[in-house]
């Protein structure tokens, strides 16, 4: 690789470009970077979000860890740079057929493979071409890596090399990929010259709120405000518990993730257009090649609108052996049972009944519990027969709570008002 160019004792200091060259040659679509002092502005908006309470719902996001996290040299101490880097996960769309029982939608980033498998590896690829490059200068560098895993606030790194910025729905945009990418950063002691440090970009988004009106949960309250309680993608990812009654119905068929206040976004659609991967409206004038990764391309097995029917019946070692580096495992078996049952209970089919008495018997107390609420929504005779019979069997109490205010409440959609009193 050209990046991989012996340096004279002339080169008295690393060179961003060559740091650039070889981040791309690795296969990262974007790279930047910047200085590695404080993000005192991200710490104090995380630490307002979780006394709103908007981080409820994730115990470890505390503001002890938003503290370390926005402080760079709390994660490396003697910390200089940190280089960010972006990998687009687009894909084409599978050709999925729409015939059989009704269907459930992922998140286009989970339609292939883990994407930590993937970027970690090269993380720590970098990480030791970065010690052989400067080995001259630096003889002892160190470097940390993170990848949506660790405690670093990646979203204010993007905007501060200009990587992207951030869209109102909290994503950050990018110019060539939109928000369809997944980020990465090393921070490290490497000196860089200032000059060749990167700046954030100018461009925002302007008037557009289309993404606040479209989240059907009401979880982007205001620009760049996320309320974690009503994400989507918190609730069938990171929720352990049970699914608020009243947002259930406004989850629709979304069983892992949402992808709607991206697919609304008009610099992801002009951006989908350029890479030629949406055919309605006017071409690009701008046309990109673009070539997706075979990681990222949906699943045979799954693809991105699987059956629900035939999930809801999954074994634990089933389970493990079809999302075996799959991201959607991060929801365990039980989470996406519980997704499914929602998604049934939305899907109007009377077809999921059967199949939905049986989940009523399910060793999982929240899959039985949702189950119910599903056959609440669903209705007829059938259902209701077979609710009155589990509760004289269930011994657990919110399980018998779920198939009361299903069997109270079962005939459509259960409305907020509804679900207070008996049913909350």
Known sequence: MKAEMSRTDTDMMVSAAAIKEYALELGFDSVRISEARAFAGAEQVIKERIAQGLMDGLPWF?????????????????????????????????DESQQGGPRGRISRYAWGDDYHDLIKPKLQQFASWLRDYARAEVPDLETRLFVDTGRMVDRAVAQRTGLGWYGKNTNILTHSWGSWVFLAEIVTNLPIKEEEFD???????????????????????APYVLDNRRCISYLTIE???????????????????????????????????????????????????????????????????????????????????????????RAKRRGL??????????????????????ALHHEEPLVRGHAAWALGQLGGTQARQALEEALQDEADKEVQQEIRCALETGRGIVSTKEAEGPCE
């Open 199 to 221: 700046a954030p970009l100018k461009a925002n988004c302007g008037n557009c709120e289309i993404c606040l009106h479209a989240c059907p949960t009401g979880a982007l309250p």
């Open 337 to 358: 049972l519980r997704n499914v049952c929602v998604a049934l209970g939305n899907s109007g089919d009377q077809n999921a009944v059967p199949a939905l008495i049986e």
């Open 239 to 329: 929720l352990r518990g049970s699914i608020p009654l009243e947002l259930r119905p406004l989850m629709g068929n979304l069983i892992f993730g949402c992808d709607i206040c991206q697919q609304v976004c008009p610099v992801n659609l002009v951006a989908e257009r350029r890479l030629g991967l949406r055919k309605d409206g006017p071409p690009s004038v701008r046309p990109l090649v673009f070539h997706p990764r075979r990681e990222f391309s949906p699943r045979a097995a799954t693809g991105g609108s699987p059956e629900l029917i035939p999930l809801l019946k999954l074994t634990e070692e089933e389970f493990r052996e079809r999302f075996s580096h799959s991201p959607i495992k």
């Open 62 to 94: 505390t503001a002890e860890r938003a503290a370390v996290s926005c402080h760079p040299d709390a994660l490396l101490p003697g910390a200089k740079s940190i280089i960010a880097l972006a990998m687009c996960y687009l894909s084409e769309q599978p």
